[in-house]
């Protein structure tokens, strides 16, 4: 494992770690838990939708006050500790407006925490981007074991759990978080410009279609994936067993990223990323019957999450230099997360009881008209060069 003596990896690992711990318990069991509480397909939706609605404007507040004012990690650790506290509610209520509005208050706290500390990594890393994989890494580890000891946890015990499971990770990321120093964000070609002139580059806006088209294309997974192999007849270890073994591939992704980077253009593997993704919605949707196809499709999550966001965060690296990191990160988040997820999640959420076969077809189609775009307007490499393996 690589280590360099002026970057605090296991403290930004931790983090990582424990931050993606909490996804690996939410994104597979909060739909069951859901399910429990007795809503239907379109609530599951709605609340979904609340969670990724709030990623559209939050992290654009939040990063622009980091960038503002300098004080990122303080927007970290505030940020998080308020999420927990607004989590808390749920402990008082469960009513479908109640859950509404805790997630609605999380989640917008919440989203104070990654983008800005991807802003904090790319800080202490500089120049050495290549490595941000091996750091990143831990948080699908994290994520791995959450998903994978929680399966055998709810084959034996409630999923009405779940609400203090999620609570424990909440701090466990807070006090993390309080473990890593700040580093000043270096100043750089676009300190003399406005947001808006970084914004006007080409492909830029294309990129962020793209990326919203990726993560609509996301939204019968996370929404549903889980409640369709349970109505399958999977027990819940074996749920999660798929949801593990995904974040597997992206694990080994991840650490393969800097040979890639290297040897292939971030368009190239931009168009890569979302054809597979299409074809993991495809056999996702219509042949979920086959253990096989689920295990082949899982190892696409490599594609349609791994390599796209690698090369996101690198995209957004080489754009938004200086004062404008924060922002830039925050915009990817809102755009793709949150927008493009939103709209998944209530898509999803309307075609589900329908036809879930359908709802995957429109996720493939998705990404195809995302790689059309890609293919079209994006056909210069972005400002700097390719990462050096």
């Given at each position: 494992?690589?280590?360099?003596?002026?970057?605090?990896?296991?403290?930004?690992?931790?983090?990582?770690?424990?931050?993606?711990?909490?996804?690996?318990?939410?994104?597979?069991?909060?739909?069951?838990?859901?399910?429990?509480?007795?809503?239907?397909?379109?609530?599951?939706?709605?609340?979904?939708?609340?969670?990724?609605?709030?990623?559209?404007?939050?992290?654009?507040?939040?990063g622009?006050?980091?960038?503002?004012?300098?004080?990122?990690?303080?927007?970290?650790?505030?940020?998080?500790?308020?999420?927990?506290?607004?989590?808390?509610?749920?402990?008082?209520?469960?009513?479908?407006?109640?859950?509404?509005?805790?997630?609605?208050?999380?989640?917008?706290?919440w989203?104070?925490?990654?983008?800005?500390?991807?802003?904090?990594?790319?800080?202490?890393?500089?120049?050495?981007?290549?490595?941000?994989?091996q750091?990143?890494?831990?948080?699908?580890?994290?994520?791995?074991?959450?998903?994978?000891?929680?399966?055998?946890?709810?084959?034996?015990?409630?999923?009405?759990?779940?609400?203090?499971?999620?609570?424990?990770?909440?701090?466990?990321?807070?006090?993390?978080?309080?473990?890593?120093?700040?580093?000043?964000?270096?100043?750089?070609?676009?300190?003399?410009?406005?947001?808006?002139?970084v914004?006007?580059?080409?492909?830029?806006?294309?990129?962020?279609?793209?990326?919203?088209?990726?993560?609509?294309?996301?939204?019968?997974?996370?929404?549903?994936?889980?409640?369709?192999?349970?109505?399958?007849?999977?027990?819940?270890?074996?749920?999660?067993?798929?949801w593990?073994?995904?974040?597997?591939?992206?694990?080994?992704?991840?650490?393969?990223?800097?040979?890639v980077?290297s040897?292939w253009?971030?368009?190239?593997?931009?168009?890569?990323?979302?054809?597979?993704?299409?074809?993991?919605?495809?056999?996702?949707?219509?042949?979920?019957?086959?253990?096989?196809?689920?295990?082949?499709?899982?190892?696409?999550h490599a594609?349609?999450?791994?390599?796209?966001?690698?090369?996101?965060?690198?995209?957004?690296?080489?754009f938004?230099?200086?004062?404008?990191?924060?922002?830039?990160q925050?915009?990817?988040?809102?755009?793709?997360?949150?927008?493009?997820g939103a709209?998944?999640?209530?898509?999803?959420?309307?075609?589900w009881?329908?036809?879930?076969?359908?709802?995957?077809?429109?996720?493939?189609?998705?990404?195809?008209?995302?790689?059309?775009?890609?293919?079209?307007?994006?056909?210069?490499?972005?400002?700097?060069?390719r990462?050096?393996?």
């Open positions: 494992m690589w280590r360099e003596p002026d970057i605090p990896y296991w403290r930004l690992s931790g983090v990582y770690f424990f931050y993606f711990a909490l996804l690996g318990a939410w994104l597979p069991y909060w739909s069951l838990f859901l399910v429990d509480e007795g809503f239907d397909a379109s609530a599951i939706g709605f609340l979904s939708a609340v969670l990724m609605a709030t990623k559209i404007i939050a992290p654009s507040i939040w622009w006050l980091a960038d503002r004012s300098g004080q990122r990690l303080a927007i970290i650790r505030w940020g998080n500790l308020l999420a927990l506290l607004s989590f808390m509610g749920i402990f008082i209520s469960h009513s479908f407006f109640a859950l509404a509005l805790v997630i609605a208050c999380y989640s917008f706290f989203n104070a925490v990654l983008p800005q500390f991807e802003v904090v990594t790319l800080s202490f890393l500089r120049d050495r981007f290549n490595y941000y994989s750091i990143r890494l831990w948080g699908s580890i994290g994520f791995i074991l959450a998903v994978t000891l929680l399966g055998v946890w709810f084959d034996h015990f409630s999923l009405q759990t779940l609400p203090i499971i999620l609570a424990v990770l909440l701090a466990a990321i807070w006090i993390t978080s309080l473990f890593v120093t700040d580093v000043p964000v270096s100043t750089s070609r676009f300190d003399g410009h406005g947001l808006w002139q914004l006007k580059q080409p492909g830029l806006l294309v990129f962020f279609l793209v990326a919203t088209l990726l993560q609509f294309s996301h939204g019968p997974y996370y929404t549903f994936y889980s409640i369709y192999l349970e109505d399958l007849g999977f027990e819940p270890s074996t749920i999660g067993l798929l593990a073994l995904g974040v597997m591939a992206e694990v080994v992704l991840f650490m393969l990223m800097p040979r980077l040897r253009s971030i368009r190239h593997i931009l168009v890569f990323s979302l054809l597979l993704s299409a074809l993991r919605w495809c056999l996702i949707g219509f042949y979920a019957e086959y253990v096989s196809v689920l295990v082949f499709a899982q190892l696409l594609a349609s999450f791994g390599s796209f966001h690698a090369v996101a965060i690198e995209y957004i690296r080489r938004f230099d200086g004062r404008h990191q924060g922002q830039g925050a915009i990817y988040s809102g755009l793709g997360f949150g927008l493009g709209l998944g999640a209530l898509v999803s959420g309307f075609m009881e329908k036809s879930p076969p359908a709802t995957f077809a429109v996720a493939a189609l998705a990404c195809l008209l995302a790689v059309v775009l890609a293919l079209v307007f994006m056909r210069k490499e972005p400002l700097g060069q990462v050096p393996g």
